[in-house]
């Protein structure tokens, strides 16, 4: 066939016919030429692949071969024939995903866009494909010891990093705030330290991409630093060292990194990994170059979100407002947030009335890594809690009841942890590591203390299958940050010769996690080593069930006495140890021998109720004595 008729059977210009000719590297070519059959064919190939990338193929998820061949306008077996030339194996009926279909566009010259469908977003089952994802801002927190300068660096990057518009205006906390720069932009959490992040990371909700430690020149590494290390540690998120305070005289940065480098952090010019700026908060300087460090590392992590989703987000704090009702103020990690949308958090739901930014403004929509406040909860939420959009105002009200009422899992479960559930779990292959937190008097304890279970550690090695992982140790009472970090790392916490006051108690229950206290190495270590051996015996607490005072006894057979009594407190369990008081002094300690109510052998006797009560070994008892009765709790400490 000649170019200007194969042109017309293609619907295209003889010139253009001519310029794929070219571009194919068939050459030499006229209008009034012939074409052989390859070159034909290549032609042709070539045209329908630029006529494909024209129009648009639209895709809404996993499709089958056959429903896509007829989408393309090509057979199934050619489809067929392409991936299996892309190393997929499929049949004419079954479905490919996503990814699949994507490379068979690519593949035939298609182009395409993705297209969910409102229902294939709400049911929960779809993926972000990588053609859906787009660049966020990072999302950093800052954390320190105290008084290194994290509140002035925070305040003067908000100051001189706000957009021009909003300078001067009056700022609001929403829990965070985003920064512009030239090259991006960056999230930073407002609170800064590590009790708030891991209080979040406690909840379930790791929301963090970069920590910036702010650790002051002229003070070096102290105790908040070395726990902030080690939450980054366990949060396993990227750090980036701020020294601060540079604009001091005298100051050494070097030593601070030399400090520094004793926890892993390794400066990138002694050959390791980790960043370090000199800034200084109080004048500025170099701060810039923090934030462009910042965004240089959030782009080399990769960060990406898909904004074409109901947004998935986490609440950073929720209030009342007394004129327009419950505030809830969150981050949108996935996804936009849109005005009208419905939306589920925690056990309360509502529709989007209002939002606003930091700086006030209103907002129709927030996109990934966007702090936004919302209007339109029924109910204020717990920080941490998940938050996402969802189809309908009957779907919203579903889901937050079956969260209230427990039907369906929350953000965060408590999940016991001691170090008798640490031994059951390495005993069943399940765990190979035991995690502590140890917390001690002194260095020098620290340092026998350390060295002991190091010593065990190594010895056992070969015997058992777990290794002993120290997630953190310091000096001083137990802190609420090592209860937060014994939640997020899942470690126990041990301590020697310090104590934990009650707070940190209730936080620890709250939590489930065990605080062992002990004022003798040797305890503290056998108890580590007797975990990992699988030999340590449960700790055997007895609780007071009740009291009954003998009120006559009774002669049975020649030695046996039954005394009758009155339950005069709580309850008698037949089962349970029995300390017999006699003027408020213990005379005998031991177990029952039978309880009963009038003939019959009974397993309990409640209060203000006789029974018959014996003793083994003890037929001593006086009228008046009182008999207490104590069950054994295993494993629960308090
Ligand atoms: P935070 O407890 O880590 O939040 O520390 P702050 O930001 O409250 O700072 C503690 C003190 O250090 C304040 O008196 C600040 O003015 C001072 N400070 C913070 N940054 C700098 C700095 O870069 N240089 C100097 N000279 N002082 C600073």
């Known amino acids: 066939m000649r170019v200007y008729q194969e042109a017309q059977k293609l619907n295209v210009t003889p010139k253009y016919l001519m310029e794929i000719c070219i571009q194919l590297g068939i050459t030499g070519k006229t209008f009034v030429s012939g074409l052989n059959p390859e070159e034909l064919k290549l032609i042709e190939g070539n045209i329908k692949k630029i006529q494909r990338g024209k129009e648009k193929i639209v895709i809404t998820g996993a499709e089958t071969i056959g429903g896509l061949a007829s989408k393309m306008a090509i057979s199934a077996s050619d489809l067929i024939k392409t991936l299996t030339e892309l190393n997929i194996t499929a049949t004419m009926n079954e479905k490919i995903g996503l990814e699949n279909i994507q490379m068979l566009c690519e593949s035939l010259g298609f182009s395409y866009t993705i297209q969910r469908t409102k229902e294939t977003y709400y049911s929960g089952k779809y993926v972000d494909s990588s053609a859906e994802l787009q660049k966020r801002s990072p999302i950093v927190t800052v954390m320190g010891h105290v008084d290194h300068g994290k509140t002035t660096i925070l305040d003067t990057i908000r100051k001189t990093n706000v957009a021009q518009k909003e300078y001067g205006q009056i700022t609001q906390k929403i829990g965070a705030y985003k920064v512009h720069i030239n090259t991006g932009s960056i999230v930073f959490i407002d609170t800064p330290g590590h009790e708030a992040f891991s209080a979040m990371r406690a909840r379930g909700a790791g929301f963090t991409d970069i920590?910036?430690?702010?650790?002051?020149?002229?003070?070096?590494?102290?105790?908040?630093?070395?726990?902030?290390?080690?939450?980054?540690?366990?949060?396993?998120?990227?750090?980036?060292?701020?020294?601060?305070?540079?604009?001091?005289?005298?100051?050494?940065?070097?030593?601070?990194?030399k400090q520094l480098t004793e926890y892993g952090l390794i400066p990138e010019e002694w050959g390791g990994q980790t960043v370090y700026v000199n800034v200084s908060g109080l004048t500025g300087q170099n701060i810039k170059e923090l934030l462009e460090i910042i965004l240089l590392m959030g782009e080399m992590m990769e960060l990406k979100a898909n904004p074409d989703r109901p947004a998935?987000?986490?609440v950073l704090e929720s209030y009342i407002h007394k004129q327009k009702g419950a505030v809830i103020n969150l981050i949108v990690q996935n996804g936009t947030l849109n005005i009208g949308d419905y939306f589920v958090c925690g056990g309360t739901c509502g529709k989007v009335r209002a939002m606003f930014d930091e700086f006030n403004n209103r907002m129709d929509k927030a996109g990934p890594s966007t702090p936004v406040e919302v209007f339109g909860a029924h109910e204020t939420c717990p920080p941490g809690e998940k938050?996402?959009?969802?189809?309908?105002?009957?779907?919203?009200?579903?889901?937050?009841?079956?969260?209230?009422?427990?039907?369906?899992?929350?953000?965060?479960?408590?999940?016991?942890?001691?170090?008798?559930?640490?031994?059951?779990?390495?005993?069943?292959?399940?765990?190979?590591?035991?995690?502590?937190?140890?917390?001690?008097?002194?260095?020098?304890?620290?340092?026998?203390?350390?060295?002991?279970?190091?010593?065990?550690?190594?010895?056992?090695?070969?015997?058992?299958?777990?290794?002993?992982?120290?997630?953190?140790?310091?000096?001083?009472?137990?802190?609420?940050?090592?209860?937060?970090?014994?939640?997020?790392?899942?470690?126990?916490?041990?301590?020697?010769?310090?104590?934990?006051?009650?707070?940190?108690?209730?936080?620890?229950?709250?939590?489930?996690?065990?605080?062992?206290?002990?004022?003798?190495?040797?305890?503290?270590?056998?108890?580590?080593?007797?975990?990992?051996?699988?030999?340590?015996?449960?700790?055997?607490?007895?609780?007071?069930?009740?009291?009954?005072?003998?009120?006559?006894?009774?002669?049975?057979?020649?030695?046996?006495?039954?005394?009758?009594?009155?339950?005069?407190?709580?309850?008698?369990?037949?089962?349970?140890?029995?300390?017999?008081?006699?003027?408020?002094?213990?005379?005998?300690?031991?177990?029952?021998?039978?309880?009963?109510?009038?003939?019959?052998?009974?397993?309990?006797?409640?209060?203000?109720?006789?029974?018959?009560?014996?003793?083994?070994?003890?037929?001593?008892?006086?009228?008046?004595?009182?008999?207490?009765?104590?069950?054994?709790?295993?494993?629960?400490?308090?």
């Open 312 to 314: 998935e987000g986490t």
């Open 211 to 257: 920590v910036v430690l702010v650790v002051a020149a002229d003070d070096g590494v102290k105790m908040q630093t070395v726990e902030a290390i080690d939450h980054c540690k366990v949060a396993n998120v990227s750090v980036i060292v701020a020294i601060n305070k540079i604009d001091k005289p005298n100051v050494n940065p070097e030593m601070v990194k």
């Open 387 to 638: 938050f996402f959009g969802v189809s309908s105002e009957s779907e919203a009200k579903e889901k937050a009841d079956a969260l209230k009422t427990g039907n369906v899992s929350k953000s965060f479960v408590v999940k016991k942890l001691t170090l008798e559930e640490l031994q059951k779990q390495i005993m069943q292959g399940r765990i190979n590591e035991v995690k502590v937190i140890l917390k001690m008097d002194s260095n020098g304890s620290k340092e026998a203390i350390i060295g002991s279970l190091e010593k065990i550690s190594s010895q056992m090695q070969n015997e058992v299958k777990a290794k002993l992982v120290t997630v953190h140790s310091g000096l001083g009472s137990i802190n609420e940050s090592d209860v937060l970090l014994a939640v997020s790392s899942g470690a126990i916490i041990l301590g020697f010769n310090v104590s934990a006051d009650n707070n940190i108690e209730k936080l620890a229950k709250q939590y489930g996690i065990e605080i062992k206290t002990y004022k003798i190495i040797y305890d503290l270590v056998e108890d580590v080593k007797a975990a990992m051996e699988g030999t340590l015996k449960p700790e055997e607490i007895l609780s007071l069930s009740g009291q009954a005072l003998v009120k006559k006894l009774f002669k049975v057979g020649k030695n046996q006495v039954v005394a009758g009594c009155l339950v005069v407190e709580g309850k008698v369990v037949r089962n349970s140890k029995i300390k017999v008081l006699r003027d408020g002094k213990p005379v005998f300690e031991g177990a029952l021998s039978s309880l009963k109510r009038f003939k019959d052998n009974v397993k309990e006797v409640g209060i203000n109720t006789e029974c018959g009560i014996s003793m083994e070994n003890f037929n001593d008892l006086m009228e008046g004595d009182i008999i207490q009765s104590y069950v054994i709790i295993t494993g629960e400490k308090k």
